[in-house]
């Protein structure tokens, strides 16, 4: 079954620590990744995506995920957070071909950054 | 860009009633697709409409039903509620197929 599996389910820093969420997934076919951010009482934004090329995507506000095909693995990362940087975020793979497909996510992973 | 808008942002129904939940997608986008987002919980896919006409489905019973329209706006209705219903809906359009979707604020539907 096509799944998505987030390791960490709420994260703790203080401002200026480095970042790295884990993300897993299940599926067999060609995907495309995403991370998304929810901040609190907001809708879910695009942080970044990979479809193809350079396994090292760079997404907004110095965030950036490493896509390890040999790992089934999407690891979110960021040098150095910022209080700000409170927030959910979610890893989502796309499955599916032409016109159909869906969006399967993660069950999330809560950060919540000390200033 | 107009982003994605849904209406209305808040609601409370009774267990047994009927809803609509409806979706205004992102100028130029074809696709839309509505998710289910139980608090704590990611979004799980309810279905998706392209071109106006169903083309896939996640694990919903066929009280969850929906329609998109010519100008690609689009509704969901569930039948039935219950009080597991209770969640977050969130619509999301797209203009190409694994495209990144760009998400609505959503509406917290609550069934007491």
Known sequence: AQSVSQHNHHVILSEAASLEL???YSYGGTVNLFWYVQYPGQHLQLLLKYFSGDPLVKGIKGFEAEFIKSKFSFNLRKPSVQWSDTAEYFCAVHAGSGNTGKLIF???TT???KP | ETGVTQS?????KTRG???TLRCSSQSGHNTVSWYQQALGQGPQFIFQYYREEENGRGNF???F???QFPNYSSELNVNALELDDSALYLCASSF???GGYTFGSGTRLTVV
């Open chain 1, 22 to 24: 884990g993300c897993n």
């Open chain 1, 106 to 108: 993660g069950q999330g």
């Open chain 1, 111 to 113: 950060l919540q950054v």
């Open chain 2, 8 to 12: 209305p942002t808040h609601l409370i």
């Open chain 2, 17 to 19: 009633q009927q809803v």
């Open chain 2, 61 to 63: 019973p066929p009280r």
């Open chain 2, 65 to 67: 039903s929906g329609l």
């Open chain 2, 96 to 98: 190409q197929q694994g």
